[in-house]
């Protein structure tokens, strides 16, 4: 039998390769295999972890194969010899000694059928010890009773044995369903490193849909607080024939050498790879005579090959929101599911792999990740798939690499996304709207998860794009690359992590300096978080920025912003007046905690009359609070009754609109009405495309054209007009 033993940390793992045998390689399926297994183990007499490898790995946990061992220990105690089974001078009963051998070879391949088989045995024998006429003979029997009882103690003391008692019942000899029951493995290909449940928990099934080829699955299992995510990956439903292939293309690809600039584009690298995969798929087709499809097979090829394996699969799923894995690698990945909320799933991932992972984000990112630099954020992206990415190592996790990632939606988000999901009402979608052209200095301030960054690209859509973007950001995770394709004049600059600096890379501060040389532009900061906040408070308080300037920031409140931005990153109070509105959005949880949705709950204005606490003094003045009755933002008396400094601001710049709120008003109701119309529209439609960022845009552009176009026709842009000439647009392009 080829096996082999290796240390891995302080676990001893038995590996054996099962590759040609004449049996299936997996316990629960073959007697077999599980004698294989255990006479091996009997050499060995101490394991931690079982390892079968064939086309498919199986990885047996340390409870699974503890349970293997103490059978292996034990076998010599099950063996009897003919002399204890039949005592001198006893002339009956040789079959008894028969049944003892067996039950001996049984318990190496069947031991729950040599329990049940020496069970009805000891029933049989009892009844007929109780028939026996000659005293002799009922001693030996009830000799041979005490034999069999001896050998059910053996048994019952067995791990195994303890955990199928209640499934026995009507239990049939060599069926092996109890077996799966028990010994659930974890499973992969041979050609990628993830390991993974392939075995449904037990439990009720809550949805099931496809991730690409992948089928997935969420199951609520008895007594859980969390929901099972269960993902069958296409790697793990190939035939023997495309797995051969699999493995004799990534064979062939050992030999290939990227260019220089695929080196460089990640992309590149992974559309290099799938085109040659692909024409040795279909060159295989065509030498075997068999249709096989390809980019299925091409796509495996690339994941297991230049990408992240399955990795890639959950971030493909658009309900996927956050994906943890943490060390040591002994539990699964969790991940926060949109629909299911928080989920532990049915992957393992190995130490092979996290540091194929950690390798490749180095490369990619150009940072280090290494015991001197034991933090590095980072971005993974390919396709439409983007994703922010915390990695851990030693010293800073002293178990090992660990990983945070954070799944950006594919597209922008936009305000009618956001009313559509509930996350805004359509009049917060309309007073954003009316900010942001109105240049206003915004920060979006929340919790970790609340939906910042989702905010500000949402902000970044209603940017004209006749105006000019720079963006800035230490970890890229602004779709950018969306924007141009829409045709912003949009710059991104990426600066220095304030967590772990790379000497390359400029520092925060000094990007937003040099922003004010690349001339007029909207300010966009992915995060305000360290010493870039004083560079940034002194372009706007000179006015070095005629347009919109937004950002996030860490707070859950407009205090808790001051306190941030005042006491924690050192700027002025007097500085700190050069904010306009802080939008807060915040996880609202259930009254049970098992639920949670993310909600914009203030709208709040910065007044410039404080001298040095501006909650004491009343610099911040809600316009719009969270109502948690109504599950809804809703405006408060100062913005109803035209008391905003802000809007007013604002209004003093626009000859129609000073003095006279109700024109201002009706402005930023003509665009909550707009916003709530696309929503109206998407859903009787079956168009949920008329919300993404393309038509939003688009939409945008459209109201500001007519605005201006009723304006000069009728000396003011009224609302009414302006909405029926939207509307009709939107009939003719719907």
Same mark, same amino acid.
């Given at each position: 039998?080829?096996?082999?033993?290796?240390?891995? +940390?302080?676990?001893?793992?038995?590996?054996?390769?099962?590759? +040609?045998?004449? #049996?299936?390689?997996?316990?629960?399926?073959?007697?077999?295999?599980?004698?294989?297994?255990?006479?091996?183990?009997?050499?060995?007499?101490k394991?931690?972890l079982l390892?079968?490898?064939?086309?498919?790995i199986?990885?047996?946990d340390e409870?699974?194969?503890?349970?293997?061992?103490?059978?292996?220990?034990?076998?010599?105690?099950?063996?009897?010899?003919? !002399?204890?089974?039949?005592?001198?001078?006893?002339?009956?009963?040789?079959?008894?000694?028969?049944?003892?051998?067996?039950?001996?070879?049984? %318990?190496?391949?069947?031991?729950i059928?040599?329990? @049940?088989?020496?069970?009805?045995? *000891?029933?049989?024998q009892?009844?007929?010890?109780?028939?026996?006429?000659?005293?002799?003979?009922?001693k030996?029997r009830?000799h041979?009773?005490?034999?069999?009882?001896?050998?059910?103690?053996? &048994?019952?003391?067995?791990?195994?044995i303890?955990?199928?008692?209640p499934?026995?019942?009507?239990?049939?000899?060599?069926?092996?369903t109890?077996?799966?029951?028990?010994?659930?493995?974890?499973?992969?290909?041979?050609?990628t490193?993830?390991?993974?449940?392939?075995?449904?928990?037990?439990?009720?099934?809550?949805?099931s849909? *496809?991730?690409?080829?992948?089928?997935?699955?969420i199951?609520?299992?008895?007594?859980?607080?969390?929901?099972f995510?269960?993902?069958?990956?296409?790697?793990?439903?190939?035939?023997?024939?495309e797995?051969?292939?699999?493995?004799? =293309?990534?064979e062939?690809?050992?030999?290939?050498?990227?260019?220089?600039?695929?080196?460089?584009?990640?992309?590149?690298?992974?559309?290099a790879?799938?085109?040659?995969? %692909?024409?040795?798929?279909?060159?295989? /087709?065509?030498?075997?005579?068999?249709?096989?499809?390809?980019? *299925?097979?091409?796509?495996?090829?690339?994941?297991?090959?230049?990408?992240?394996?399955?990795?890639?699969?959950?971030?493909?799923? /658009?309900?996927?929101?956050?994906?943890?894995i943490?060390?040591?690698?002994?539990?699964? @990945?969790?991940?926060?599911?949109?629909?299911?909320?928080d989920?532990?799933?049915?992957?393992?991932?190995?130490?092979?792999?996290?540091?194929?992972?950690?390798?490749?984000? $180095?490369?990619?990112?150009?940072?280090?990740?290494?015991?001197?630099?034991?933090?590095?954020?980072?971005?993974?992206? #390919?396709?439409?798939?983007r994703?922010?990415?915390?990695?851990?190592?030693?010293?800073?996790?002293p178990?090992?690499?660990?990983?945070?990632?954070?799944?950006? $939606?594919?597209?922008?988000?936009?305000?009618?996304?956001?009313?559509?999901?509930?996350?805004?009402?359509?009049?917060?979608?309309?007073?954003?709207?009316?900010?942001?052209?109105?240049?206003?200095?915004?920060?979006?301030?929340?919790?970790?998860?609340?939906?910042?960054?989702?905010?500000?690209?949402?902000?970044?859509?209603?940017?004209?794009?006749?105006?000019?973007?720079?963006?800035?950001?230490?970890?890229?995770?602004?779709?950018?690359r969306?924007?141009? !394709?829409?045709?912003?004049?949009?710059?991104?600059?990426?600066?220095?992590?304030?967590?772990?600096?790379?000497?390359?890379?400029?520092?925060?501060?000094?990007?937003?300096?040099?922003?004010? $040389?690349?001339g007029?532009s %909207?300010?966009?900061?992915?995060?305000?978080?360290?010493?870039?906040? =004083?560079?940034?408070?002194?372009?706007?308080?000179?006015?070095?920025? %005629?347009?919109?300037? /937004?950002?996030?920031?860490?707070?859950?409140?407009?205090?808790? @912003? &001051?306190?941030?931005?005042?006491?924690?990153?050192?700027?002025?109070?007097?500085? &700190?007046?050069?904010?306009?509105?802080?939008?807060?959005?915040?996880?609202?949880?259930? /009254?049970?905690?098992?639920?949670?949705?993310?909600?914009?709950?203030?709208?709040?204005?910065?007044?410039?009359?404080?001298?040095?606490?501006?909650?004491?003094?009343?610099?911040f003045?809600?316009?719009?609070?969270?109502?948690?009755?109504?599950?809804?933002?809703?405006?408060?008396?100062?913005?109803?009754?035209?008391e905003?400094?802000?809007?007013?601001?604002?209004?003093?710049?626009?000859?129609?609109?000073?003095?006279?709120?109700?024109?201002?008003?009706?402005n930023?109701?003509? $665009?909550?009405?707009?916003?709530?119309r696309?929503?109206?529209?998407?859903?009787?439609?079956?168009?949920?495309?008329?919300?993404?960022a393309?038509?939003?845009?688009?939409?945008?552009? =459209?109201?500001?054209?007519?605005?201006?176009?009723?304006?000069?026709?009728?000396?003011?842009?009224?609302?009414?007009?302006v909405?029926v000439?939207w509307?009709?647009?939107?009939?003719?392009?719907?």
């Amino acid at each position: 039998m080829d096996y082999r033993t290796r240390q891995v +940390g302080d676990k001893k793992v038995l590996e054996m390769n099962l590759t +040609g045998k004449p #049996f299936p390689p997996a316990i629960e399926e073959s007697e077999a295999c599980m004698e294989q297994v255990i006479l091996a183990i009997r050499k060995l007499r101490k394991l931690d972890l079982l390892v079968l490898i064939e086309r498919r790995i199986r990885e047996y946990d340390e409870r699974q194969t503890g349970m293997l061992v103490e059978l292996a220990n034990s076998i010599d105690s099950l063996k009897l010899s003919a !002399e204890e089974v039949r005592p001198s001078g006893c002339t009956i009963g040789e079959e008894w000694v028969e049944f003892a051998q067996m039950i001996s070879r049984t %318990a190496i391949r069947d031991p729950i059928g040599a329990y @049940v088989e020496l069970k009805r045995e *000891k029933r049989w024998q009892e009844i007929e010890a109780g028939r026996e006429v000659y005293s002799n003979y009922r001693k030996w029997r009830f000799h041979y009773v005490k034999i069999l009882t001896g050998l059910i103690e053996t &048994f019952e003391s067995l791990q195994l044995i303890k955990l199928v008692q209640p499934l026995l019942e009507g239990y049939k000899i060599g069926d092996r369903t109890v077996y799966r029951r028990i010994f659930r493995p974890s499973v992969r290909p041979n050609f990628t490193f993830t390991k993974l449940m392939a075995q449904y928990p037990a439990g009720e099934e809550i949805d099931s849909y *496809k991730v690409g080829e992948a089928d997935v699955t969420i199951i609520r299992k008895p007594e859980g607080v969390r929901l099972f995510y269960h993902i069958l990956p296409p790697e793990f439903k190939l035939s023997e024939i495309e797995y051969s292939i699999i493995e004799k =293309i990534k064979e062939g690809l050992i030999a290939y050498k990227p260019k220089t600039d695929e080196m460089v584009d990640p992309q590149a690298i992974r559309d290099a790879i799938y085109n040659i995969a %692909a024409d040795m798929i279909e060159e295989e /087709a065509h030498n075997r005579r068999i249709k096989l499809d390809k980019k *299925k097979l091409a796509d495996i090829i690339t994941r297991e090959t230049v990408g992240f394996g399955v990795l890639e699969l959950l971030l493909m799923d /658009a309900h996927i929101q956050d994906i943890t894995i943490n060390a040591p690698l002994v539990n699964p @990945v969790f991940v926060y599911h949109a629909d299911a909320e928080d989920c532990e799933t049915n992957i393992f991932p190995t130490y092979e792999e996290t540091q194929s992972w950690a390798a490749r984000l $180095r490369l990619q990112s150009g940072r280090p990740l290494d015991e001197s630099n034991p933090v590095l954020d980072t971005h993974i992206e #390919f396709g439409q798939v983007r994703a922010r990415v915390a990695a851990i190592t030693k010293s800073l996790s002293p178990f090992g690499l660990s990983f945070a990632i954070r799944r950006h $939606r594919a597209k922008p988000w936009t305000l009618p996304l956001f009313i559509k999901h509930g996350m805004m009402s359509p009049l917060a979608a309309g007073l954003i709207s009316f900010f942001v052209d109105g240049s206003r200095t915004m920060l979006v301030a929340g919790t970790r998860g609340a939906g910042k960054t989702s905010v500000l690209q949402s902000l970044m859509t209603e940017i004209m794009r006749r105006y000019r973007i720079i963006t800035i950001e230490d970890t890229l995770e602004l779709p950018v690359r969306h924007f141009m !394709e829409l045709g912003y004049n949009i710059q991104p600059m990426k600066v220095r992590s304030p967590i772990v600096g790379v000497e390359s890379e400029l520092d925060a501060a000094a990007g937003i300096r040099t922003s004010l $040389r690349l001339g007029d532009s %909207a300010l966009i900061i992915g995060e305000v978080r360290s010493k870039e906040a =004083i560079a940034l408070y002194e372009a706007m308080r000179v006015g070095a920025l %005629a347009n919109v300037v /937004a950002g996030t920031i860490h707070g859950d409140s407009p205090y808790g @912003v &001051f306190d941030r931005v005042v006491n924690d990153l050192g700027i002025p109070r007097t500085s &700190f007046k050069a904010t306009d509105i802080i939008l807060v959005a915040n996880p609202i949880k259930t /009254a049970d905690g098992l639920h949670k949705a993310r909600r914009l709950v203030q709208i709040t204005e910065v007044r410039k009359h404080w001298e040095d606490d501006p909650l004491r003094e009343h610099g911040f003045v809600d316009l719009m609070k969270y109502n948690a009755k109504t599950d809804r933002i809703e405006p408060t008396k100062v913005l109803l009754d035209g008391e905003s400094e802000v809007i007013n601001s604002i209004a003093g710049r626009v000859r129609a609109w000073v003095g006279n709120f109700d024109e201002v008003w009706d402005n930023i109701e003509l $665009r909550a009405k707009i916003k709530q119309r696309l929503v109206e529209v998407a859903d009787s439609t079956g168009k949920p495309e008329l919300l993404e960022a393309g038509f939003v845009v688009q939409s945008n552009d =459209i109201f500001h054209m007519i605005s201006d176009s009723v304006s000069q026709e009728l000396g003011a842009a009224d609302a009414k007009e302006v909405y029926v000439r939207w509307e009709r647009w939107l009939g003719k392009n719907i």
